[in-house]
């Protein structure tokens, strides 16, 4: 329907870059497209696809939560891990401890989804459970998994081919750091082979780090007010102040808008452990 | 009267540019003049006129809600449904689901009208409701639709013609995402022909995008601390990151002086099942 | 016995300019002065006169005010009525109701007064008002009038000439809108006949909208963290819209620090009419 | 001990700038050294002696101060006069009525001290009365005194005579205005001799002010954010708003970061004035 | 593993630089690697140690704090006691009294530790003490130490001398600054020589104050919202002043995205000093 109403289009300046722009951006938009019905989540799955809905939600205990009586604080874990259970087929859910390294949070949940409607639905129902009632919401951030964009086989075939060689090794990371990212019109307004040119000079020092730091990137560009979710897990966190100072000298930088405003730093745990320390 | 007044002017290097924009500039606001009486709203008539006043409030429940007997909060779906009905001559009402996916607001409220006392009156009756009761304003937005002003037949045939050959296809949107703007101070003091040619640069992206995608635009300059309110509906949010975050790489985009902050994410609801979805 | 010292001073590169920059700014500092005793307030009177003080205070009902029972909530009109007939020799008192069109107040009083003391004491007092007790103070802006600085007779004399050639017409205005203004460094620091010309064309797009949107302008330097409060009102949003969007594309606009944030709208109505509005 | 080491410094690029930039700053780190025992303050010379350190703290009172009893109110004034007189020895204290005027605060303090520990003691201590316990603190700024830097009879000795020429005449200033200041990178490292033309270009418009206005100066580089705290007293307003336009005329505003934000304009009262006006 | 994988990298115009930078950055990461096992905490080690955690916490007493019964208030310092004694193998823990010169915090809590999943348990279980459930943070900071960066013996070995020269004399310091620090991206852009040259020129001024002020600092890049945490000591706080004052006027302060805000000013205490203060 669309592409008869092109052809009437008269030539002009700008007609033939329509007819371009339609056609490129219409294909991947049908192409990544995921079907939503009968998914089972499965972690190895979820975590590596492209087309996933990550929304990771900061949470801060109101006063009220320590009056809460002990053993309801306590068996706040059994009704989160009954939730968790409910939404299986729908959600996989990630807790992170915060309270005592940062200022507004106590703790966060990263809930990943093929339908971010489902998403919604399991933390409007997390916001009913007793923790989630003493909990007020400091920092929500929605973003969705993508295929790589810069640093592809085909664009950038070395640095594909190093990040490809190297992959976390050693024990289970114990921390996790979540920076969000926006960069500015100057940046956005590069050409895509300017914007390449600075991600492979951005990717070069990250490559020491594969090893002892895990990397996960979500897309919130109009789904939220930054860029991307950068997330990281480590056991390593001098190795990471290294290589976010290396980031920090890569002329990318120039580009940031905002980059961290939180850096929020919590401690891997599983949902249990995290409601038993703050009920401690 | 003021005519009179403009003959007696002495010519200066200001009185003929004086005259003229007065001319010009007077005769519009008559002409666009919305008589306001005995007006009934009808839903597709006043989401496609110019002149109709836009509000859209953002609610965050208090804690104090989660006390109200869950009876009372389920019959606040009638009491807003009572309070659209008694107003359905004045205002029009759109609600939408936040919880879950923005930290400021747990749902918002689109209203239109064509006397914005009317769309205050609606408001300010709705504070006083159950949930109105129970939820502070975390943003408010004024806005008014005004024909277009770029991308018309006459100053932009072609590509008026492809925004008017693709409409909105297939199921009913679920998502709605509301992000205002502000436009920086070297926006409005380029020439119009400067400016033109940007909105050019900036809907050829946008046509891939008009049959999964609607688009509407509030003006707000002077009546709000923006200058547009865009208001988006889709089916499909992946389309949608690609869509902003294509706009993002017009050169336009370098006169944002904001862009979001917040863009709000939302479900698309009827008001019962927004109150229900609160209330469970 | 200024004079005298300055007599004293040694001839140096700054001493000419020091005693022409003295002569030049205690003349009117005199000139001005206005004698505060025995001083009815005259509407007409205050509201044109430079050297008056105007005080706008924007207050936000806390959710107290819902359980002050209704008699009392109403009662409170009555109340603030009889303040405002005890303080009629020292302050003027409008108000208006943001209620449903703002994020952060609720209503807002705008007091003009001869000495600025006069107008403290009303607004402490109405602080202990039933009404004044409920509510929070969300902004306050002091300014005061001054006689035109840019568009006079001696230096604008065509545009001065269509300032005064026009007024406002037509039915009483139900809507006010209050922008304070910020000016940038860059702009004070422009010689005044650089600023001078600015004006200028800051001045021609306000010219056709005489006859339908008032203005009043309150200077803040010094006394407040803004530079000017500027206030309008008008029966015609649509026009006004289209005057802001005009004056945004003067180069003058790119020497706004701030300008708005916030921008309040809100509807001219009675005391009582505002609070009866507030508690209904 | 420390000139030893630096003997033993080679000769270096930096070598001699150290040796000369050591000398020189620590001679008057010695020399403005204050003797601390035994001290009784006195107004007069502790309001204008160096090395005297100014602590100005704003209050609002928070809802609970309405529900104190009437004479517990009225008694908080005996109560703070107790604890004035009991640190007499200490501090020098005074009171602000900003009800009124401000939106953040309803009063504030000022302490002089020669002894930071001292002044802190104190306004702890004030934390703990009738009237701090029930006032939240909303802005605390720190500075201390220093000579002249810049217009002294050595560098600037016209200036420096037209200053200390004229003095405050007339009525006891009924207002005091709190301006802090922040000066940017560029300002500070620009030369001495370049900072100090500006200064001087500063000071030649304040010099019409100095018979109707009075001014003091804190300087809180590292003590605080900001550079400065510019205090001012006067009983006409009006000159005040012309002072402090001239100011912004002068390049030096080029290198404010924070000139204000918050002003604070407030009556000049004695603590049981402000009290009385606040219990009313 | 990975060294086997960059075998096989294709040369380009990154590979060799990828290969420099990997061999360059992994080994310092595995040198400085702190065996966490078994330490027993020693002040005057972990004060002076690389690859130690730093996290500073500041506190805000709620109004409840007032109303804990005095004993139990009191109390609290036992209590407070208790747990750095059962941690004491694990953190170091130091306090800070801020009330009465700060507006955002009443103390403040400043932690060392090797492991900082320690400090993080510390902090956690400190808010579930009397005085940590009556409080509220209002700000934290973590970094780590590391090795002298600029001014090593080898790369600026004149300052490495002088700073190595002086040390703290005199008494005790009474009072602790801590100022977060975030720096531009054209500081982290410039080549490492050129901060070299520019953190020179930083630390010439400093040495005139190497025997009256203490200082101290931690990396938080990637770890928190800012690059640095300055810790500083003194008991001249007049001589404060001046260093951060000639700290300003080096070119280096132009690269200063955040210094201090906020800056915060303390006296160094005892726990059952600051917590007795805070009682009384």
Redesign the interface.
């Known amino acids: 329907?669309?592409r008869?109403?092109?052809r009437?289009?008269?030539v002009?300046l700008?007609?033939g870059?329509?007819a371009a722009?339609?056609a490129?951006?219409?294909a991947?938009?049908v192409a990544?497209?995921v079907t939503m019905d009968a998914v089972t989540i499965e972690r190895s799955m979820i975590l590596t696809q492209p087309?996933v809905?990550g929304?990771v939600t900061m949470f801060k205990l109101?006063?009220?939560w320590?009056k809460v009586p002990s053993y309801e604080r306590m068996g706040s874990a059994a009704e989160v891990a009954n939730l968790i259970e409910k939404h299986k087929d729908a959600v996989l859910v990630d807790f992170y401890?915060t309270?005592?390294?940062?200022?507004n949070s106590d703790f966060f949940v990263r809930i990943h989804a093929y339908d971010?409607?489902k998403?919604?639905?399991?933390?409007?129902?997390f916001?009913?459970t007793t923790i989630g009632?003493n909990a007020v919401?400091?920092?929500?951030l929605?973003g969705?998994t993508?295929p790589l964009n810069y640093i592809t086989k085909e664009k950038s075939?070395?640095?594909n081919?190093?990040i490809n060689?190297?992959s976390y090794?050693g024990d289970a990371p114990?921390?996790a750091?979540v920076?969000p990212v926006k960069k500015s019109?100057?940046w956005?307004?590069l050409s895509f082979e300017q914007r390449l040119k600075e991600m492979?000079?951005h990717t070069?020092?990250t490559?020491?780090?594969?090893?002892?730091i895990k990397r996960k990137l979500y897309?919130?560009?109009?789904?939220?007010?930054v860029?991307f979710i950068t997330y990281f897990e480590t056991n390593?966190?001098?190795?990471?102040?290294?290589?976010?100072?290396?980031l920090?000298?890569?002329?990318e930088?120039?580009y940031?808008v905002r980059w961290?405003?939180?850096?929020t730093?919590g401690?891997i745990l599983s949902p249990e452990d995290v409601i038993k320390?703050l009920t401690?």
């Not at 309270?99 to 200022?103: D, E, H, M």
């Open positions: 329907m669309r008869l109403s092109i009437n289009l008269h002009s700008v007609a870059t329509i722009i339609m490129m951006q219409t991947p938009v990544q497209q087309g809905f929304v109101k006063p009220e320590d401890l309270r005592g390294l940062k200022t971010l409607a998403a919604q639905t399991f933390m409007r129902e916001r009913s009632k919401v400091s920092d929500t929605v969705v993508k075939p070395n640095l081919a190093s060689a190297a090794i114990r921390f750091i920076i019109a100057a956005w307004t492979e000079a070069v020092p490559l020491a780090y594969l090893t002892n897309h919130s560009t109009g789904l939220d007010d860029d390593d966190l001098l190795a990471f102040n290294k290589l976010l100072t290396s920090a000298t890569i002329p930088n120039n940031h961290g405003n939180p850096t730093l401690s320390a401690e």
